[in-house]
C-alpha cells in the first residue's frame, strides 16, 4: 500500500463547476497535510495546508480533512480552465519532509 | 510565500560529466532544505535533505557519492550529479521553508544527459 493515495484521474469537469480530488494516507500519526498544483513542465506550487479536522477555506480552495479516516481532500469551486493541472497530495513525515501522492490530473473544459 | 531559486533552470551535458545545481533561499534562512527527482508523468521522489553545515540524509536507495550535496549556508544548498548517465536526466527540484513544515518549491531544474 502507498504511503500516500490518490485517485488516479484524469478528472475532467466543466468551467464553473466543483472539482473534487481525494487523498488517503496510511501513517495514523500523520499531522500536517498539505495540496500542491502543478502545471506541465513546471515545479509544484502550494495552494493549501491543513492541520486540524474539519474544513479550511482559501477562495475558491476547500480543503477537508478526516484523521479518523485518514482521508483529505481538495474542493475547487467555480473550476476555471486555469485551473488545468495535476493537484499533488503530500503528507509531512516529520522535520519537513512529505511523502507525495502520484498526483490526479484536473482538466477544466470551457 | 518564500521564495526559493534554483540555476539553472535547465542543462544539457554529456555522458560522465558532473553538473552542479544550485538552491537558494531568497527571503528567508533555511537549515534544511529538500530535494526531490520527478521522472515524466511520475510524482515528486524526495532524494535527501540537505542540512546546514551537516551531512545531508540521504533516502533508501539514492547513491550518496553519486548526488553530492553541500549545504554550506542558510540561503544555499548545492546538488552535484557527479558522473551524469542519460538515466540522471529527469527534473531535479529543492525546497525549503522557514519552518519544519510549510516548505515551498523552487522552480526546477531540467537535467538531460547526452
Not at chain 2, 31 to 36: D, P, R
Request: with cysteine.
Amino acid at each position: 500500500q502507498k504511503e500516500v493515495e490518490q485517485n488516479s484521474g484524469p478528472l475532467s469537469v466543466p468551467e464553473g463547476a466543483i472539482a473534487s480530488l481525494n487523498c488517503t494516507y496510511s501513517d495514523r500519526g500523520s499531522q500536517s497535510f498539505f495540496w500542491y498544483r502543478q502545471y506541465s513542465g513546471k515545479s509544484p506550487e502550494l495552494i493549501m495546508f491543513i492541520y486540524s479536522n474539519g474544513d479550511k477555506e482559501d477562495g475558491r480552495f476547500t480543503a477537508q480533512l478526516n484523521k479518523a479516516s485518514q482521508y483529505v481532500s481538495l474542493l475547487i469551486r467555480d473550476s476555471q480552465p486555469s485551473d488545468s493541472a495535476t493537484y499533488l497530495c503530500a503528507v509531512n513525515v516529520g522535520e519537513g519532509k512529505s511523502t507525495f501522492g502520484d498526483g490526479t490530473t484536473l482538466t477544466v473544459k470551457p | 510565500g518564500a521564495v526559493v531559486s534554483q540555476h539553472p533552470s535547465w542543462v544539457i551535458c554529456k555522458s560522465g560529466t558532473s553538473v552542479k545545481i544550485e538552491c537558494r533561499s531568497l527571503d528567508f534562512q533555511a537549515t534544511t532544505m529538500f530535494w526531490y527527482r520527478q521522472f515524466p508523468k511520475q510524482s515528486l521522489m524526495l532524494m535527501a535533505t540537505s542540512n546546514e553545515g551537516s551531512k545531508a540524509t540521504y533516502e533508501q536507495g539514492v547513491e550518496k557519492d553519486k548526488f553530492l550535496i553541500n549545504h554550506a549556508s542558510l540561503t544555499l544548498s548545492t546538488l552535484t550529479v557527479t558522473s551524469a548517465h542519460p538515466e540522471d536526466s529527469s527534473f531535479y527540484i529543492c525546497s525549503g521553508g522557514e519552518g519544519k513544515e510549510t516548505q515551498y518549491f523552487g522552480p526546477g531544474t531540467r537535467l538531460l544527459v547526452l
